[in-house]
């Protein structure tokens, strides 16, 4: 057989192995550039450029700008310190030189392209001698891998050069040599960092800045390829370096990146299948592979004082490396529908910081040196729910003995400590007698409702606000429902009679005393329950999600949610009705802008009533007219403008996905 013929079959091979990925992988392919997370970090904090993570890692990579290119991802942006730092611009950049010590090529102008999975990111570049494709795969929460393959598309045999020399941002750094690897110690952080040269004997060389380094020459002959593994590991004195070593050698890179692949596209396409049927189109399924990456980039592996791992609300946002109460439970109802195990962590993240009296702390941070746990309120129940929605989807009955305990203890602690008139309508508060920690208790921080909210004293360390919150008492009948389905489960017979009698006659209250007739919705009351604090706001549609509300005031409430004068805006279920003279559209955070969580509410509720066409509506808005949630590129926001659709506060928000994703996927209740 001839050269010629025996290349031809190998070129053969090689585009149908191209196709065949490609075939593989269709949702990966469809959904790819789905964030973009070009940008180049120009100090240690900057926090312009979004960053790739996966495994639960705790440091992350992006793509350099075609003007600041090179043969390296962009970072690594660090969790393990402060509160998320570059390290570096490019701290594992391939620099070539060939036999005549030049560079052997200009990676600015033999940029081909830049494309990011769910799976993995990649890069290529190419000029009339070389052509270089860099992959870069997590293997662990504790290290990713960097492969480079370099091809020689001369006609003849070439010598390179593999050198690197990188600059750090950061004073607190101590850069050495261990064996083989370059270890990065930090005066800031238990964690550690090695990168490790696979398969070189390396030069290392400590600069002031930074490091440098040079591996062996690589002798190429025309259209042979030569591949380059680095491996980038940042991992907490908890974990064994050892072990992780050990994994480390004895990984083959094509095979991390193809079960990786096939993993992520099982993982998709498990979600595709479960997609109401009005979302059939493949712009859905693209979104879910989106919200998906959304989700992954800010999810942590345990460490230090997270003692499970779980989901920040967003890594890209200083003040959110840590995980909160009613963002975790929501979190871990999205995250239940794809992986049950992260799920339960999540909620067994703040559990492990439940006090003897059942109460949960606000949020809770890996390093309280950093961050202090907030122990100053607690937030809205809907932990019940969570647990629930991860039992239907494992039939798990260990996980529910494990959790009802703990519930009874949390749902129990609220009649105790937040209800300061003893008539079963609890208020929000604070351990430490303060208004605006009562505020942040319910979560809607600044809400108009709150604006003349003064703070009574129940007993020692136990404060409510001056006013019984419908939001707060919805929850609360939702969370003795899923109580008496748990106790049912448990064969628990006399408590589930219990929570289904506690339920009845919270019922009656909710749909008494919080209801207004004249303008069909509900609110706030003073705590003596005689006057409604009227600021039509979204807590008026949670008695309707808790399945609370008549028949007779769910159609009412629903009136006002369809009105595009009030509740139905652009993006509908503002915060805040658009009609109200405080309605502040954009920086109003709780006094105007669209939040997800509240809207998803909202738009189930209606479905349970049976509303489904309005609901719908709703729900077509939301993804449609808030900015960017179907292009590619877009990362999902904290909130949004309900007049505009502009994205507001932090970007990659985690509990904006989460309920975006709940708002596409089939949801069956158990009974």
Known sequence: MGKKKIFFIL????????????????????????INYKGNPTNATDRKPLAFSDKGAWFAFGFLDASEVQAGFSGPFLMTEQNGVWLSPSFVSLQLKDENKQEAINWKTSLLAQNSYNSHLEQEFKNEKIAIKQQLVFLSGHSALQKTSITNKSGKT??????????IFLDDLQLSKEGKALKITSTRSTATGYIEFLNSDPEIEITKQGYKAKTEKLVLKPNETKEIVVAQTFIFAQYSWKNEKEVIAKTAFNTLLNNTQKEKEKQLAQLIAKKKSIYKDAVYSDLIAKLLL???????????????????????????????????????????????????????ALF???????????CIYRDNLLEENNYRNTKAPLAAWAIWKIY??????????????????YHNWWYKERDHDQDGLCEFGSTDGTVIAAKWESGMD????????????????????DQESVDLNSFLFAEKNYLNKMAAVLKLTQEAKKWKEQSVTLKAKIQTQFWDAQTGWFYDTTIDGKTLIKAMGCEGYLPIWAEVA???????????MMDTNSLNTFVPLPTLAANHPKFKPEGGYWRGPVWLDQSYFGINGLEKYGYNTQANELAHKLIYNAQGVLDKGTSIRENYQPVTGKGLEAFNFSWSASHYLMLLLEDKELN
């Not at 070439?158 to 600059?167: A, C, G, K």
């Not at 005031?553 to 009136?559: E, F, M, R, V, Y």
Request: aromatic share 16%; net charge neutral.
């Open 11 to 34: 070129a053969s091979f090689i585009i149908v192995q191209c196709g065949w990925s490609q075939k593989s992988f269709p949702n990966l392919e469809s959904a790819k550039n789905s």
């Open 446 to 465: 600044n809400a108009v409702r709150f604006d003349d909210s003064k703070i009574l004293k129940n007993a020692e360390k136990a404060y409510s606000l």
């Open 294 to 348: 959304t989700l992954q980039n800010n999810t942590r592996i345990a460490a230090e004082g997270l003692k499970h791992g779980g989901l920040f609300p967003s890594y890209n946002y200083e003040w959110f490396h840590g995980f909160w109460a009613w963002d975790s439970w929501k979190h871990a109802v999205a995250v239940a529908n794809y992986d049950s195990e992260l799920a339960k962590n999540q909620m067994r």
């Open 392 to 409: 239907e989807k494992t039939k798990d009955v260990t996980f529910l003995k494990e959790f009802y305990p703990k519930l009874k203890l």
């Open 352 to 362: 492990d910081y439940q006090e003897p009296n059942g109460f949960i702390p606000d």
């Open 550 to 560: 008549t028949s007779e005031q769910a159609k009412a409430a629903k009136a006002n």
């Open 158 to 167: 070439i010598t390179l050069f593999p050198w690197y020399d990188s600059n």
